[in-house]
């Protein structure tokens, strides 16, 4: 028999962040890409009680993703504090990339509609722009994105390429980098 779910659609969770405050994000959405997740511009202190109804559901620091919400769960780095309505979250579609053997440029773009990938060419057209990676974002990542706003894939939508590690450093000194690779 498989595991028992543990978490469900509208569960919110508590997500704990370097300076002791804690954010908060929601599970709003699952396709063949994995679990999707937002996160609310809502925060607490320490030792300061959650309001669970005082989060604005549409006050987003930046559009959903696919995160490792089940494994944070898990692991209990994240944890379930309840749950809200997410009848307000349409599906908008996610990017994805396709880099040159040996290179930081990207060769090719891609766009998730939920049911099919279409192929956007060399270029990433404008109206693509603003939409998430469908990489899905370990525990770590989404609270270093929410300390530091560091998002890996902003950069290649604007340039057509990936930051190097100097550049990564230089532009968002906070970012913790693996030095193995």
């Known amino acids: 028999m498989g ?4 978490i469900k659609l509208g569960d919110v969770f508590e997500i704990p962040l370097s300076d002791g405050r804690k954010a908060y994000g929601q ?6 890409g994995g679990p999707i997740m937002r996160i609310f511009n809502y925060f607490t202190l320490p030792n300061e009680k959650l309001d669970l109804q005082a989060i604005d559901t549409k006050k ?3 559009p959903p993703v696919y995160a490792g919400i089940m494994g944070a769960v898990r692991a209990k780095v994240w944890k379930v504090i309840g749950e809200l309505p997410f009848d307000d979250y ?4 996610f990017l994805s990339e396709i880099k040159e053997i040996g290179t930081n440029k990207v060769k090719r773009w ?11 060419g060399c270029s990433l057209p404008k109206k693509y722009v603003n939409f998430e990676n469908t990489a899905v974002y370990p525990a770590d990542m989404i609270a270093e994105r929410i300390e ?11 340039h057509n390429r990936f930051l190097t590690k ?4 230089k532009k968002f000194p906070k970012v913790k980098l693996d030095d193995s690779e």
């Open 110 to 120: 891609f766009f998730w509609d939920g049911k099919t990938s279409h192929d956007l």
């Open 60 to 62: 987003l620091l930046f």
């Open 3 to 6: 595991r028992k779910p543990i």
């Open 90 to 93: 349409k599906f908008e579609g």
């Open 27 to 32: 599970y709003v959405y699952s396709d063949s």
């Open 166 to 169: 100097e550049e990564i450093q």
């Open 148 to 158: 530091t706003g560091f998002n890996m894939f902003e950069y290649p939508k604007k």
